[in-house]
Each structure stands twice: as structure tokens, then as C-alpha cells.
């Protein structure tokens, strides 16, 4: 399986866009540091920010010139201003689970909106989530009008305002799935669960190969002021994902009841898959679980 690039492009023309492009990642971890790696791999220039002095070393090694950068209320801390000077900033943080996350998250959104629109970056990629849909039990597209559950749901939908309603800069906005994939144990994610699971209820998840591959696609296609979904385009239902994940890892798989979920949704795809001529690496998350399996 692969990650179907479109075949109408001239692989040069990619090629120079890489080596005239500077892109900014905001947040180095998880998913941030291996973004910054891919993207610098394909030639782009890629700056890359961590929170402490300790991490920057880190990713000089890796070939990306790092800063040390925090993102608060008030203002935004940064040892060199130079981060800002760039054509694309890539945002790679969590809003947090802060009791006062409603207002604490959006406030720092606002500090960087206010230093994008200072510092005249032209393009900015936020990375949202699939929590800004409530559980409708039904299909939810980028369209969708209702109001989140939670609040994280709520507090991302706020930044997303608050970034697309600036037109000092165009804004492309990625909500991802439940994020899977490298080191991450999905098994013990419920094994922190107490209680009898709701095993009916479609998981909307997506591997971290896909995140980079279509974030790397989102920007050679030169794709702005957009919404889009990303998850896996299968969802199984979260007594075969878990129980199969469970089996992989070994863990004692959860008890899940066979009742029609109360409350569910499924996250479509698709205006990315048909925007972008998108393939998923991992169509569906059993792929990555099945892999696994073969190798352990």
C-alpha cells in the first residue's frame, strides 16, 4: 500500500517549490519531529520549535534548526524571532486538558495569529480533531453545523474560528482521527477504562504515516483556506479494533456489551480523499494491527 501521489504534477516543479519553501513547525513531538523530519527530507527548509533548551539539540541533529518556543496567554516566548520568518507555519500543539482549557487555548491562538499577522506569514496548516463533531449517530462532514460535547471539542473549535477569521494569512485546517501508529499501544488506552465498554460504536482513527503523507501533499498541492477530515475511510467497530489490539499486545482485552451504541459517529473522508487524489497508507487501522502482528 501506498500514498497515491497525483500524476498530473511535474515531479521538478515539486522539486524547486521544496527547495524555495521555509516551513515553521510548531510543536516537535510526537507527531511534530517526524512531520519536520519528512518534510525535511523532501527538500523543503524546516525550522522546527520545542519547549525547552534540552530538546533543541535533538533536532539539530536531525537536520532542523530548532528554536525554543512557548506559546502563552499573554504573549509568545521565543529565542529567535527568525522562527516567523517563513512562507508556511505548521501548528503540531494540543489544546491541553487544563480546568480553564475553554479560554486558556484560544488565548494562545490569538498570540499567534497576532504574530503571524506581524510577521506576514502567508500560509498557516492547523491541526485540529475529529472531537469538534458531536455524537450524532450518524456520518459528520466538514460542513457540520452542531456543537461539540466536550471541551476539548469546543475549546479547538474556538482556535479554528479564530485562525480562518483572520484574512491576513490563508488557513487550511486538518482534523485528524484518534491518532495510531509508531510506539502507540492502543490496547492500553481502554485497559484505563474501568467498567463494560460500548463495543458497537464505528472507531475513527488514522496512522501517523497518513498525517505526514497527506500534510506533505497538502502543501505541494499548494492547498489553502480549506477544512478537512482525516481518518481511515473503514472504521471497525471498537470491540474488533481493541480485542484485536489486545491480542497483539498481549493485555487482558476489555469487556464490551453487544447493545447498538447510544450515541456514535463516523467521520467522512472523503472531500480530502477527492481534493487531494489521496490513497491512505492504512485505509483501514486492522492494516496496522495485522502488521504488527506479523512482526511480533
Known amino acids: 500500500m501506498a500514498c497515491c501521489r497525483s500524476r498530473t504534477r511535474d515531479p521538478f516543479s515539486s522539486l524547486n517549490m521544496a527547495r524555495h519553501t521555509t516551513i515553521s513547525v510548531l510543536g516537535c513531538g510526537w507527531l511534530g519531529l ?7 527530507a523532501a527538500g523543503f527548509e524546516v525550522r522546527g520549535s520545542v519547549r525547552t533548551a534540552e530538546k533543541k539539540l535533538l533536532l539539530a541533529q536531525k537536520g532542523i534548526r ?17 522562527f516567523f520568518d517563513t512562507d508556511i507555519i505548521i501548528t503540531a500543539i494540543p489544546p491541553g486538558r487544563s480546568s480553564d482549557l475553554l ?18 506569514v502567508p500560509k498557516i496548516l492547523f491541526i485540529s480533531s475529529t472531537s469538534v463533531y458531536p455524537e450524532l449517530s450518524g456520518v459528520v462532514r ?52 474501568k467498567g ?42 471498537r470491540k474488533e479494533f481493541y480485542e484485536k489490539a489486545s491480542s497483539v499486545s498481549g493485555m487482558p482485552a476489555p469487556e464490551f456489551n453487544e447493545d447498538g451504541p447510544p450515541d456514535w459517529k463516523t ?16 485505509p483501514d487501522p486492522m492494516d496496522w494491527l495485522e502488521e504488527l502482528e506479523k512482526k511480533s
Not at 34 to 40: H, I, K, N, Q, V
Not at 70 to 78: A, F, K, P, S, T
Not at 151 to 172: C, H, M, P, V, W
Open 142 to 193: 466538514e460542513d457540520n453545523r452542531e456543537l461539540p460535547d466536550k471541551a476539548s471539542g469546543r475549546t479547538l473549535l474556538q482556535a479554528e474560528k479564530i485562525l480562518s477569521g483572520n484574512d491576513a494569512y490563508r488557513t487550511t485546517i486538518l482534523r485528524f482521527g484518534g491518532l495510531i501508529g509508531a510506539d502507540r499501544d492502543p490496547a492500553r488506552f481502554l485497559s484505563r477504562q
Open 267 to 282: 467521520v467522512d473522508s472523503s472531500k480530502l480523499i477527492n481534493r487531494l487524489n489521496y490513497r491512505f497508507i492504512y
Open 103 to 120: 479560554s486558556v487555548f484560544p488565548d494562545r491562538i490569538r498570540q499567534l495569529s497576532f504574530y503571524l499577522e506581524k510577521k506576514h
Open 196 to 237: 463494560i465498554q460500548e463495543g458497537n460504536k464505528p472507531v475513527n482513527l488514522i496512522h501517523r504515516d497518513d498525517c505526514i503523507a497527506m500534510i506533505t501533499e497538502l502543501i505541494r498541492q499548494d492547498v489553502w483556506g480549506e477544512v478537512f477530515n482525516a481518518c481511515c475511510p473503514v472504521h471497525p467497530t
Open 66 to 82: 530548532p528554536y525554543q518556543l512557548l506559546l502563552n496567554r499573554e504573549n509568545v516566548e521565543l529565542d529567535d524571532p527568525s
Open 34 to 40: 517526524p512531520l519536520a523530519e519528512a518534510l525535511s
